[in-house]
């Protein structure tokens, strides 16, 4: 009987609209959250004429893969732009982390005295910037990184944003872990990487991320610092194929010949080919990125 009950009153719940509701919202701003992506890569597969008289489409239009062919006609090159780029944004990622973490660490910790002056220090480089000039002549003129890998590297590795808010997060670990730690005999390099450090996981995902994000979308510091294309890294090598495209369809037609250079549809290829391995590991990266994202909210 109390079965029967159970059930009878299980059958007389309304039906769930509102969850119905909530998951249609979701799956449309899921995908005008994709479609932008699912536009580059199917303009990228598009014929360049077609696009232009018929307009962008989620489909491929005159499906072709002639803009990922003239993009591969130097393989070495783009493998070499390639391996360069991963290497830079492994090595300026861990050395970014690394720093702002021991930094952030530091002014974190009520015993250090001057912490209270090297946070106005780390403050005040948030808010005046020296600007592009003065690091130009910086890492150019007084240290001499022209042609050097490390120009790619140490001009950006260690942010005051990141600084700060490793900052927040060490202040927010319970102080009576380290100080029953310290009295245990250990010393501030083991209470770093034994106790904080395993404590900061989402943190560390989470700026890891955004350290992998900026090394692999960067270009300017290249611009800048590098004039041998061996060195060039992957974003400044697409743009130079970009600008060297647009340099022989101008040519192209002002000669009135029959060559086919790709227009838009190499400018979306750029982006497919650019922005894969930065999904990859956003996608591996993404409970841990949420998690730090949420570290810190209002428990109800």
């Known amino acids: 009987m109390a079965q029967s009950?159970?059930?009878?009153?299980?059958?007389?719940?309304?039906?769930?609209?509102?969850?119905?509701?909530?998951?249609?919202?979701?799956?449309i701003v899921a995908f005008l959250c994709v479609m932008p992506m699912l536009l580059v890569i199917a303009t990228s597969l598009s014929d360049d004429l077609v696009?232009?008289?018929?307009?962008?489409?989620?489909?491929?239009?005159?499906?072709?893969?002639?803009?990922?062919?003239?993009?591969l006609q130097n393989p070495d090159q783009l493998l070499r732009s390639y391996g360069l780029t991963l290497l830079v944004t492994a090595t300026g990622t861990a050395g970014g982390i690394l720093l702002s973490a021991l930094i952030g660490y530091a002014l974190?910790?009520?015993?250090?005295?001057?912490?209270?002056?090297?946070?106005?220090?780390?403050?005040?480089?948030?808010?005046?910037?020296g600007g592009m000039v003065p690091t130009y002549l910086i890492v150019r003129g007084m240290l001499g990184?022209?042609?050097?890998?490390?120009?790619?590297?140490?001009?950006?590795?260690?942010?005051?944003?990141?600084i700060m808010m490793f900052r927040s997060h060490f202040s927010g670990l319970p102080y009576e872990i380290m100080e029953s730690a310290k009295m245990d005999g250990a010393g501030e390099w083991r209470m770093f990487f034994q106790i904080a450090m395993p404590l900061s996981t989402p943190w560390l995902a989470t700026i890891g991320l955004w350290y992998i994000l900026k090394y692999w979308n960067e270009w300017v510091p290249a611009m800048m610092y590098i004039e041998d294309n061996r060195l060039f890294p992957l974003q400044y090598l697409l743009q130079q194929i970009v600008r060297n495209a647009q340099f022989l369809r101008s040519v192209a037609d002002a000669m009135t010949t029959q060559v086919k250079i790709p227009g838009l549809s190499l400018q979306m290829a750029m982006v497919v080919v650019a922005a894969g391995p930065a999904m990859f590991v956003f996608m591996f990266l993404q409970k841990y990125f949420v998690r730090g994202l949420t570290a810190g909210a209002v428990k109800g």
Request: hydrophobic share 55%; charged share 15%; no cysteine.
């Open 108 to 129: 974190a910790r009520k015993d250090f005295k001057l912490r209270g002056v090297f946070t106005f220090l780390v403050i005040f480089t948030m808010l005046f910037n």
């Open 5 to 27: 009950a159970t059930m009878r009153v299980r059958s007389k719940r309304p039906f769930p609209i509102a969850k119905v509701i909530i998951h249609m919202v979701l799956a």
């Open 145 to 162: 990184l022209h042609d050097n890998i490390l120009a790619l590297i140490l001009p950006t590795m260690v942010i005051p944003w990141y």
């Open 51 to 71: 696009v232009a008289k018929d307009g962008l489409s989620l489909v491929p239009q005159g499906f072709t893969t002639y803009t990922y062919r003239f993009i």
